[in-house]
């Protein structure tokens, strides 16, 4: 077990009396110190795995932090200040030092404001007025009550509700589906974290695959393309509920994961050549939505294995059709199957599909959008797979 004591001159300290006196409540204690932002320990930095979401100095909410720090004045009444968790704290009145013991980084360290605590280690040697002060809320005694702690402590600024599920580790099933795939590294799970696939983007084309949600044609999940978030929250609603036991959807759908995304890749490199079959001389890259590579600029790539493409195909296109796959899988044992091969499908009538789904946007205002969002387009095109299966 790491232990870490951080002893910090402070302007002025305050122990809040916890109203409940007996009982389990009674655990905790609240302290509250105003310290000059130079004092603040270098090594705080080390103790920020307790913040579920991750820092980035160059956003618009840091930048707008910096300004207040470094340009203006009273920095501890405008800003909501640091709060963190900690094993113990005690104050010495002979020299104003406030005392913080850290000896568990998974429940020790800062929960929230650790924009604030960047940007102050970062430019408080370059104050306008010479002298800032910061507020540091301390709190002990809440390991038991950590997670709904960071949760509840950040809404306040919007941590996405991912960043939370990070946290408490919904998210193992994903990361466990694609731990052998090159693109592993750049899904971002946090709010502000590495990487260029957001883990709502994972969650929004798996909702497509949920045979539990939407067993049939008659139920169309197009809140796929319409809603990440309403993705994301069902995602946590199943996991909450089911955890990662058997009958969380995601868990059948586990060794189909890795399939869904290799062909979320060939959906989208094969849409221009799919439309061309239907039509020789038209040019795809002419439609609204389609992004046209050009000249001295880097061709897109697909999302997951990032394979060149001929032309980027808007998610109004590319949803519903990667969508209707979802007539090809059954349960089987306990887990989701393909019925037939998925990329025999396209080949037979990927074309078909495609027109259907062009012709569509054209009829609704040349809107990819709207497309995406139709629920009509979203029963054809599944209906069509699900023909095609049945013939095979």
């Known amino acids: 077990m790491e232990k870490r004591i951080f002893n910090i001159p402070v302007e002025s300290f305050r122990k809040i009396p916890n109203p409940y006196k007996e009982g389990a409540n009674s655990v905790s204690q609240m302290y509250t110190a105003i310290c000059d932002v130079k004092d603040l320990p270098e090594d705080l930095i080390d103790w920020m795995e307790t913040n579920p979401r991750k820092q980035n100095t160059n956003s618009g909410v840091a930048k707008k932090i910096r300004a207040s720090l470094v340009e203006g004045k009273d920095f501890h009444l405008l800003n909501r200040g640091i709060l963190l968790s900690a094993n113990d704290v005690t104050f010495n009145n002979y020299d104003n030092t406030m005392k913080m013991v850290f000896t568990d980084k998974e429940y020790h360290g800062n929960v929230d404001g650790g924009h604030t605590l960047m940007v102050i280690l970062e430019n408080r040697d370059d104050l306008e007025h ?228 062009v012709e569509r946007s054209r009829s609704s205002g040349n809107d990819p959008v709207k497309v995406g969002k139709d629920s009509v387009n979203w029963q054809t095109l599944y209906m069509r797979v699900m023909l095609t299966a049945m013939g095979n």
């Not at 868990?251 to 799919?274: G, N, Q, T």
């Not at 040019?283 to 697909?302: D, F, H, L, M, Q």
Request: aromatic share 12%.
């Open 130 to 357: 010479g002298q800032q002060f910061v507020k540091l809320e301390i709190l002990t005694g809440v390991e038991g009550i950590f997670e709904d702690l960071a949760a509840a402590r950040n809404t306040s600024t919007q941590v996405q509700d991912k960043s939370i599920a990070n946290l408490r580790d919904y998210f193992d099933i994903i990361k466990q589906a694609v731990s052998t795939e090159p693109f592993k590294d750049r899904v971002y799970f946090m709010e502000n974290d590495d990487g260029n696939i957001d883990v709502g983007d994972i969650l929004a084309i798996l909702n497509m695959f949920n045979l539990d949600t939407y067993p049939g044609m008659d139920s169309c999940p197009v809140v796929s393309f319409s809603s990440k978030k309403r993705c994301i929250d069902n995602y946590i609603h199943l996991y909450e509920q089911y955890g990662d036991n058997p009958e969380n959807p995601h868990v059948k759908m586990k060794p189909i994961m890795v399939d869904i995304f290799k062909l979320y890749d060939y959906v989208e490199s094969k849409i221009p050549e799919y439309y061309r079959v239907k039509n020789p001389n038209g040019k795809y890259g002419a439609i609204s939505g389609v992004i046209t590579p050009k000249e001295n600029r880097k061709a897109p790539v697909s999302k997951f294995y990032e394979k060149t493409l001929s032309h980027g195909s808007p998610n109004g296109f590319i949803y519903p059709i990667l969508g209707s796959l979802r007539a090809l899988l059954k349960e089987e044992n306990g887990v989701y199957t393909w019925k037939c091969n998925p990329y025999e499908v396209l080949e037979k009538i990927g074309p078909e599909l495609v027109s259907i789904t």
